[in-house]
């Protein structure tokens, strides 16, 4: 499912990169030379991206071999072969900054999605997920990092839930208006989330019948506070200023799930580099 949604991103970056040749590549490298080449992980890291990786050195080139040495969303060490790439150098030469790109940003999100699971206190049912909060154009490579992360999706776009924040409510009236008003709009199979960022807002919610509420940029005593009022009566997200150290209180203090938008626009990049075999010329 992922190599069909992720083509026309693959065929973009290539058509970006080598819209008018590789005039290093072409000058520098007999049209007959071979080499074979791994990616290797620099640090430690959850791995990301390996059918990416492989499907932009299969547009350049379908002749070229790419072995996978991992899964996606396999924790490696520093010094670790993730993929290694056979065939004609001047077709690995033409793919190597491209599908780099690709698979540090997607080891990158895995990687820093997985220190937020890793932070939830065990025996825990309270998920991390990400938001929307993606690159614009990527957000299939993005989310299915997140995934290889140990994470879970949000929403995958604006017609997939309905989700009442904050500029609903200006331009609605009221939290109240905005919930009534999406109720009878919204298919009878779809649930009501609504934002609120106040203790007061959050029993309007509450009183309106919100399905799902979102505790934004609330501290950890008052989203403590506002789960004792809910008494279950709605599911409780929390999100905004979400930082690693906080994913345990959060969860204690009992909502649902943490949306983390830093998951995928401030993972930093993972290092990984691609590395020729010595000729022995």
């Known amino acids: 499912m992922l190599v069909l949604t992720f083509e026309a991103i693959v065929d973009l970056a290539l058509k970006e990169d080598l819209s008018a040749g590789d005039v290093t590549t072409e000058a520098c490298i007999e049209e007959a030379a071979r080499a074979v080449a791994h990616a290797v992980a620099r640090t430690s890291m959850v791995v990301c991206g390996g059918p990416v990786f492989a499907h932009v050195f299969a547009k350049i080139d379908p002749t070229l071999v790419v072995e996978s040495h991992v899964a996606d969303g396999e924790r490696v060490p520093g010094g670790a072969r993730l993929w290694t790439v056979q065939g004609s150098a001047r077709s690995i030469l033409m793919g190597e900054r491209t599908s780099l790109n690709f698979v540090q940003r997607m080891s990158g999100i895995a990687t820093r999605t997985r220190e937020h699971v890793d932070a939830l206190p065990s025996g825990t049912s309270t998920r991390i997920t990400d938001t929307r909060k993606t690159t614009p154009g990527m957000r299939v490579l993005d989310r299915y990092a997140v995934r290889s992360g140990g994470a879970h999706n949000h929403r995958n776009d604006l017609g997939s839930a309905v989700l009442i924040k904050d500029n609903h409510v200006e331009a609605a009236g009221s939290i109240t208006a905005a919930i009534e008003r999406a109720r009878a709009r919204a298919p009878h199979t779809t649930k009501i989330e609504c934002e609120v960022d106040t203790l007061a807002g959050l029993e309007e919610a509450l009183a309106a019948r919100a399905d799902i509420i979102l505790l934004d940029n609330m501290d950890t005593k008052t989203v403590k506070k506002a789960v ?37 626009h401030s993972a930093p990049a993972a290092d990984i580099g691609l590395d020729f075999e010595p000729t022995g010329r």
């Open 228 to 264: 004792t009022i809910t008494a279950g009566r709605a599911m409780l997200e929390a999100s905004g200023g979400i930082t690693i150290a906080r994913v345990r209180e959060l969860a204690e203090a009992g909502v649902s799930a943490i949306s983390v938008g830093a998951l995928t």
